[in-house]
């Protein structure tokens, strides 16, 4: 059964820490381009970060939003078939659902409206 399942998100304070996960089941994560975007209430989708499968010819590189660059780290882990987000630094601004999807990288970050959901998301809120 092919299940992807995202999890992490909760309250935090400003300049606070998150991690974030896209656990999979059925398939294995490192073929396939794996990105995040979010969406916060009333917004329109923005991309977030995106890497690259690790399985020739790809070379696992990573893209990140302007707005998240510097704070969010997206990595795998093929032994447990899961996609991180790290993100440090959290700001208000941050605040939104967080979905994971598939699909060309530059095209994740730049245009998430052209990409699916993979699951129900997990909301993040950044806030004292």
């Known amino acids: 059964q092919v299940q992807v399942v995202e999890s992490g998100g909760g309250l935090v304070q400003p300049g606070g820490s998150l991690r974030l996960s896209c656990a999979a089941s059925g398939f294995t994560l490192d073929y396939y381009a794996i990105g995040w975007f979010r969406q916060a209430p009333g917004k329109e989708r923005e991309g977030v970060s995106c890497i690259n499968s690790n399985i020739n010819p790809n070379d696992g590189s990573t893209y990140y939003s302007d707005s998240v660059k510097g704070r969010f780290t997206i990595s795998r882990d093929n032994a447990k078939n899961t996609v991180y987000l790290q993100m440090n630094s959290l700001k208000p601004e941050d605040t939104a659902v967080y979905y994971c999807?598939?699909?060309?990288?530059?095209?994740?970050?730049?245009?998430?409206?052209?990409?699916?959901?993979w699951g129900q998301g997990t909301l993040v809120t950044v806030s004292s």
């Open positions: 999807t598939t699909g060309r990288c530059q095209v994740v970050v730049t245009t998430p409206t052209l990409v699916d959901a």
